[in-house]
């Protein structure tokens, strides 16, 4: 299908209309841009050598190797420079002041500049006298001997026709670039400004977009349907097939889009240059070469299978023998449930769209690294030489995944001491103390050095906001010593449980059945329940609850006081967008993505609307035609509380990457509500927490779209597509697991397909569903029930700690997301995230504040490259030494399973020896 064909307009030579939100003001030729580059002295007519190498420098590109071909996004920025006004700059900026003030994302350095610009004193443009007067025949060093003088050796360059450029060019004590300096007023208030109203005011938003776009490029084609389609298939296969395995696998984006890349390379080569017309349309077989948009949208048709959908655990619970073993679940009540969670997550995507993808603050960091990856694959690059560093995007990506996959055979298989690295309880394996505090496997993970692991690392950090990390890490050290003591007082008889697991015990410390206080129905049995004596919590499964409990008011009202006008705009435009279903839904939306988006039909409210009622009246047929235990009532309940908490947890997720979902809510509330019923919660929170989970996921890629300019209806459809593909595919291999894999679940599956996320699911049930909220709260932990008060009023002090603070110490204080720190225990540890620390100082501080032009360059490719190596390396050696045991004996991969850190199966105290009459807790015939 054509471009014009699906709304776009046709594109132009660079050239600028009369207004940055018209359309065409943001639209070229992108052919004939890249296949006749412009050279430095072609471009930017009005201004001097001087301040041509001053906007180089500010766009990174100084480091080109030469100047006789620019990058079209330079030749763009110089075009916009000289055609904007200074009035309408100055205006651009001190809107953007108002607008970004206290925004996490924008560098500190950025903002002040934008401050220093709009209040200047300098209102007025700064006159270069001796430039205006030389000629072209005029002897001046030329443009290379300036940028290897100034921008290679770092010494000032002194050029006497423009001194107050070149006297910015030395840095100054702090080391910040000499652009953030006032030296050409009126240059710079322009070129900040177009970079604004034409790019982004975020660098990393820069580093993985164009301020462009060209409408003619072909998007929507049978090619991406093909290979999408093809590889969407594989990876659900292989991603649900993996993903009760524990250690799971999968087959991450960055590997799909590697595969993607070739197989649209091949399509180009192999398929006819035919076209047919159905209908009014025109397909196109093979409109010319692969494009970067049909590499994006391929990308995000097959971004659904990237990963399982979460009722697969509750299908899983539900057919298993090993759980429920309901004999009625058949694939008719799996379609109608997997369908039903799946697209009510996707219905509640296009309503979130003002909320969560069209917004400049919404930058979702998460999708960069698709986007970065995918532009340099797709996109020419200029040779550059940055910092020493002249390797293209390309290669790097390549050599860096290729060393990934080689180095995580040593920790992974040959080494695995270098995975899990505790070496302090190597020193003395005997000392439970030492394994409680420091110890990896089955303690809380104090060690500075506890990983060469990048698979434990996590490459998340390399583009997770540094301040969400350092926050989260606080939390995590508050929790570390919130969980200590409670363990070490033996607080709801904690000692006698293994301090950092996430299993329940019973009143001896032994593993908890659940299966023995059900009867055949799975419903609760009161006589079984009076023998066996409820379950117990550990000391961190505690304290994680209880941050749960504090989180879920605490963000609540934190993110609506505090983005209350933001929130209350979206709101009121949603309204409107319902009530007249003509309006765009970008009014209101000027930044540069917006205006370019407009090119293309929307997709209308009511769509997405369609795809919710059909959903729901789905999920109705499912507990209405099978015995699944749950009132109708409780549908309706899992999408109120969605509609409530998705707006705060979508606006803080898409700015700094801290989520949390809504399962343990949602268990609370229903347990309440329906006691005794393990089924009706099972199906409730799956609906709760996998609208919620989908419906950001599609938001994901929404977003990614919006960034890389794919005409809308074109994501719709492939959306829609992808998960009915996906929901089937992944359907199928589930039913054939349960089947056809011996001791599928088991704790002593050979291939350890032990099922660790449906066994929590299944403990949650009984737990929550079974037992009931109601013995846990009142009889054994009364506590948790105060947490809630207590998020709510400590949300107070901090919204006014951040309103009235000094702004350098407020910036970026994220209060959510130091609760959120609680959260990574039971199983999880400190080991799992001092490491990311590291990497998220080195590569999202320090290299990003010091050396950008090099991290907008490598950063995200690095993640990608490492994630891609990973992924890849993971599965083949599953199946090269893994799936038929071939493991290596040696003191490397044993010595950290060796002592207590390796079995701690029990606590500081002996309920046998040291608990009244054997076991702790409430006394027998005093159960709550």
Request: proline share 6%; with cysteine; charged share 15%.
């Given at each position: 299908?054509?471009?014009?064909?699906?709304?776009?307009?046709?594109?132009?030579?660079?050239?600028?209309?009369?207004?940055?939100?018209?359309?065409?003001?943001?639209?070229?030729?992108?052919?004939?841009?890249?296949?006749?580059?412009?050279?430095?002295?072609?471009?930017?007519?009005?201004?001097?050598?001087?301040?041509?190498?001053?906007?180089?420098?500010?766009?990174?590109?100084?480091?080109?190797?030469?100047?006789?071909?620019?990058?079209?996004?330079?030749?763009?920025?110089?075009?916009?420079?000289?055609?904007?006004?200074?009035?309408?700059?100055?205006?651009?900026?001190?809107?953007?002041?108002?607008?970004?003030?206290?925004?996490?994302?924008?560098?500190?350095?950025?903002?002040?500049?934008?401050?220093?610009?709009?209040?200047?004193?300098?209102?007025?443009?700064?006159?270069?006298?001796?430039?205006?007067?030389?000629?072209?025949?005029?002897?001046?060093?030329?443009?290379?001997?300036?940028?290897?003088?100034?921008?290679?050796?770092?010494?000032p360059y002194k050029d006497n026709s423009s001194s107050s450029i070149s006297d910015a060019d030395d840095f100054d004590e702090a080391g910040s670039a000499?652009?953030?300096?006032?030296?050409?007023?009126?240059?710079?208030?322009?070129?900040?400004?177009?970079?604004?109203?034409?790019?982004?005011?975020?660098?990393?938003?820069r580093a993985v977009t164009d301020p462009y776009d060209d409408p003619t490029i072909p998007v929507e084609t049978v090619r991406v349907y093909i290979v999408?389609?093809?590889?969407?298939?594989?990876?659900?296969?292989?991603?649900?097939?993996?993903?009760?395995?524990?250690?799971?696998?999968?087959?991450?984006?960055?590997?799909?889009?590697?595969?993607?890349?070739?197989?649209?390379?091949?399509?180009?080569?192999?398929?006819?240059?035919?076209?047919?017309?159905?209908?009014?349309?025109?397909?196109?077989?093979?409109?010319?070469?692969?494009?970067?948009?049909?590499?994006?949208?391929?990308?995000?048709?097959?971004?659904?299978?990237?990963?399982?959908?979460?009722?697969?655990?509750?299908?899983?619970?539900?057919?298993?023998?090993?759980?429920?073993?309901?004999?009625?679940?058949?694939?008719?009540?799996?379609?109608?449930?997997?369908?039903?969670?799946?697209?009510?997550?996707?219905?509640?995507?296009?309503?979130?769209?003002?909320?969560?993808?069209?917004?400049?603050?919404?930058?979702?960091?998460?999708?960069?690294?698709?986007?970065?990856?995918?532009?340099?694959?797709?996109?020419?690059?200029?040779?550059?030489?940055?910092?020493?560093?002249?390797?293209?995007?390309?290669?790097?990506?390549?050599?860096?995944?290729?060393?990934?996959?080689?180095?995580?055979?040593?920790?992974?298989?040959?080494?695995?001491?270098?995975?899990?690295?505790?070496?302090?309880?190597?020193?003395?394996?005997?000392?439970?103390?030492?394994?409680?505090?420091?110890?990896?496997?089955?303690?809380?993970?104090?060690?500075?050095?506890?990983?060469?692991?990048?698979?434990?690392?996590?490459?998340?950090?390399?583009?997770?906001?540094?301040?969400?990390?350092?926050?989260?890490?606080?939390?995590?050290?508050?929790?570390?010593?919130?969980?200590?003591?409670?363990?070490?007082?033996?607080?709801?008889?904690?000692?006698?449980?293994?301090?950092?697991?996430?299993?329940?015990?019973?009143?001896?410390?032994?593993?908890?059945?659940?299966?023995?206080?059900?009867?055949?129905?799975?419903?609760?049995?009161?006589?079984?329940?009076?023998?066996?004596?409820?379950?117990?919590?550990?000391?961190?499964?505690?304290?994680?609850?209880?941050?749960?409990?504090?989180?879920?008011?605490?963000?609540?009202?934190?993110?609506?006081?505090?983005?209350?006008?933001?929130?209350?705009?979206?709101?009121?435009?949603?309204?409107?967008?319902?009530?007249?279903?003509?309006?765009?839904?970008?009014?209101?939306?000027?930044?540069?993505?917006?205006?370019?988006?407009?090119?293309?039909?929307?997709?209308?409210?009511?769509?997405?609307?369609?795809?919710?009622?059909?959903?729901?009246?789905?999920?109705?047929?499912?507990?209405?035609?099978?015995?699944?235990?749950?009132?109708?009532?409780?549908?309706?309940?899992?999408?109120?509380?969605?509609?409530?908490?998705?707006?705060?947890?979508?606006?803080?997720?898409?700015?700094?990457?801290?989520?949390?979902?809504?399962?343990?809510?949602?268990?609370?509330?229903?347990?309440?509500?329906?006691?005794?019923?393990?089924?009706?919660?099972?199906?409730?929170?799956?609906?709760?927490?996998?609208?919620?989970?989908?419906?950001?996921?599609?938001?994901?890629?929404?977003?990614?779209?919006?960034?890389?300019?794919?005409?809308?209806?074109?994501?719709?459809?492939?959306?829609?597509?992808?998960?009915?593909?996906?929901?089937?595919?992944?359907?199928?291999?589930?039913?054939?697991?349960?089947?056809?894999?011996?001791?599928?679940?088991?704790?002593?599956?050979?291939?350890?397909?032990?099922?660790?996320?449906?066994?929590?699911?299944?403990?949650?049930?009984?737990?929550?569903?079974?037992?009931?909220p109601k013995k846990v709260f009142n009889g054994l932990y009364p506590i948790l029930q105060w947490c809630f008060l207590i998020g709510f009023l400590l949300?107070?002090?901090?919204?006014?700690?951040?309103?009235?603070?000094?702004?350098?110490?407020?910036?970026?204080?994220?209060?959510?997301?130091?609760?959120?720190?609680?959260?990574?225990?039971?199983?999880?540890?400190?080991?799992?995230?001092?490491?990311?620390?590291?990497?998220?100082?080195?590569?999202?501080?320090?290299?990003?504040?010091?050396?950008?032009?090099?991290?907008?360059?490598?950063?995200?490719?690095?993640?990608?490259?490492?994630?891609?190596?990973?992924?890849?390396?993971?599965?083949?050696?599953?199946?090269?030494?893994?799936?038929?045991?071939?493991?290596?004996?040696?003191?490397?991969?044993?010595?950290?399973?060796?002592?207590?850190?390796?079995?701690?199966?029990?606590?500081?105290?002996?309920?046998?020896?040291?608990?009244?009459?054997?076991?702790?807790?409430?006394?027998?015939?005093?159960?709550?």
């Amino acid at each position: 299908m054509t471009a014009s064909e699906k709304g776009g307009s046709p594109a132009v030579a660079i050239t600028s209309v009369s207004s940055r939100l018209n359309i065409n003001d943001h639209e070229v030729d992108l052919n004939a841009v890249t296949s006749n580059p412009l050279s430095l002295g072609e471009v930017g007519a009005s201004l001097t050598e001087t301040q041509k190498n001053f906007v180089l420098r500010r766009l990174h590109y100084d480091s080109l190797v030469s100047y006789d071909k620019l990058p079209p996004q330079a030749t763009f920025i110089f075009e916009k420079i000289e055609h904007i006004s200074t009035e309408e700059a100055v205006e651009i900026l001190q809107k953007a002041v108002e607008e970004h003030k206290d925004d996490v994302n924008v560098l500190d350095q950025d903002e002040e500049l934008w401050e220093r610009l709009i209040s200047s004193p300098q209102a007025k443009p700064y006159e270069h006298k001796e430039d205006k007067n030389l000629t072209s025949d005029d002897h001046k060093p030329s443009i290379k001997d300036k940028i290897s003088s100034v921008f290679n050796e770092k010494k000032p360059y002194k050029d006497n026709s423009s001194s107050s450029i070149s006297d910015a060019d030395d840095f100054d004590e702090a080391g910040s670039a000499p652009y953030y300096k006032i030296v050409d007023w009126d240059l710079q208030v322009k070129l900040e400004a177009v970079l604004i109203a034409y790019w982004s005011p975020y660098p990393q938003v820069r580093a993985v977009t164009d301020p462009y776009d060209d409408p003619t490029i072909p998007v929507e084609t049978v090619r991406v349907y093909i290979v999408a389609t093809i590889w969407t298939a594989l990876a659900a296969v292989i991603n649900q097939f993996f993903s009760e395995r524990q250690p799971s696998i999968g087959l991450g984006m960055s590997v799909v889009q590697v595969f993607l890349y070739p197989t649209g390379l091949l399509c180009e080569w192999i398929l006819p240059k035919w076209k047919f017309k159905i209908w009014n349309y025109t397909i196109d077989l093979n409109p010319g070469p692969y494009t970067f948009k049909e590499q994006m949208l391929a990308t995000i048709f097959c971004g659904v299978s990237n990963g399982t959908s979460y009722v697969s655990s509750n299908i899983l619970m539900q057919k298993s023998e090993l759980f429920y073993n309901n004999t009625w679940v058949d694939f008719g009540y799996q379609v109608l449930l997997t369908l039903s969670t799946n697209f009510l997550g996707f219905g509640l995507s296009g309503i979130m769209r003002q909320f969560a993808v069209y917004p400049t603050k919404a930058i979702w960091p998460f999708i960069l690294p698709n986007l970065k990856l995918n532009k340099t694959l797709m996109s020419p690059e200029v040779k550059s030489k940055i910092n020493g560093w002249s390797i293209s995007g390309y290669n790097f990506f390549f050599i860096t995944a290729g060393i990934s996959f080689l180095y995580f055979w040593i920790p992974d298989y040959l080494f695995q001491a270098l995975s899990t690295f505790n070496w302090m309880t190597w020193i003395k394996p005997d000392n439970y103390d030492l394994a409680v505090v420091t110890g990896s496997v089955g303690g809380l993970g104090l060690n500075p050095i506890p990983t060469f692991d990048w698979n434990i690392i996590g490459t998340g950090n390399l583009y997770t906001p540094f301040y969400t990390t350092v926050q989260s890490y606080i939390g995590a050290v508050l929790g570390f010593f919130c969980i200590l003591g409670v363990f070490y007082s033996n607080y709801k008889w904690t000692g006698f449980i293994p301090i950092n697991s996430n299993r329940l015990f019973t009143n001896e410390g032994k593993p908890y059945s659940v299966s023995s206080i059900v009867n055949e129905n799975s419903l609760f049995d009161k006589e079984k329940y009076d023998k066996m004596g409820p379950p117990f919590y550990s000391a961190a499964n505690l304290v994680l609850y209880g941050a749960f409990f504090a989180l879920y008011p605490f963000h609540f009202v934190y993110e609506c006081v505090m983005n209350y006008k933001q929130m209350k705009e979206a709101v009121v435009s949603l309204y409107r967008g319902i009530r007249n279903f003509k309006r765009s839904t970008y009014d209101g939306f000027d930044d540069p993505h917006s205006v370019m988006m407009r090119a293309y039909p929307e997709v209308p409210e009511w769509a997405y609307l369609i795809i919710l009622i059909v959903s729901l009246v789905l999920a109705i047929l499912c507990v209405k035609l099978y015995p699944a235990e749950t009132p109708v009532w409780g549908i309706f309940f899992a999408i109120g509380i969605n509609f409530v908490f998705l707006i705060p947890l979508t606006t803080v997720q898409s700015r700094t990457m801290f989520g949390f979902g809504l399962n343990v809510l949602v268990e609370l509330i229903v347990g309440y509500a329906i006691p005794g019923n393990g089924l009706a919660l099972s199906f409730i929170k799956a609906l709760g927490y996998n609208i919620d989970g989908q419906a950001q996921n599609f938001i994901n890629d929404l977003k990614q779209g919006h960034y890389a300019k794919l005409p809308p209806r074109a994501m719709y459809r492939c959306q829609l597509i992808s998960v009915f593909i996906t929901s089937f595919i992944q359907l199928g291999i589930l039913n054939y697991q349960i089947t056809g894999i011996k001791d599928y679940c088991y704790p002593n599956n050979r291939q350890k397909f032990t099922c660790p996320g449906t066994v929590t699911f299944y403990n949650a049930s009984v737990l929550w569903g079974v037992i009931g909220p109601k013995k846990v709260f009142n009889g054994l932990y009364p506590i948790l029930q105060w947490c809630f008060l207590i998020g709510f009023l400590l949300a107070f002090p901090c919204i006014l700690y951040k309103k009235f603070a000094p702004r350098k110490y407020s910036k970026y204080f994220e209060p959510s997301i130091i609760i959120g720190g609680f959260l990574n225990y039971a199983p999880y540890n400190l080991s799992y995230m001092t490491g990311g620390l590291y990497v998220g100082w080195a590569f999202m501080h320090y290299l990003k504040k010091r050396y950008e032009a090099w991290w907008q360059k490598y950063n995200y490719l690095f993640a990608t490259g490492l994630s891609a190596g990973i992924a890849f390396s993971s599965i083949i050696i599953f199946f090269a030494v893994m799936y038929h045991d071939k493991s290596i004996y040696w003191w490397g991969n044993d010595v950290m399973y060796e002592g207590w850190d390796g079995s701690m199966s029990v606590g500081y105290l002996n309920a046998t020896l040291q608990a009244p009459d054997g076991y702790f807790g409430p006394r027998k015939g005093h159960f709550p």
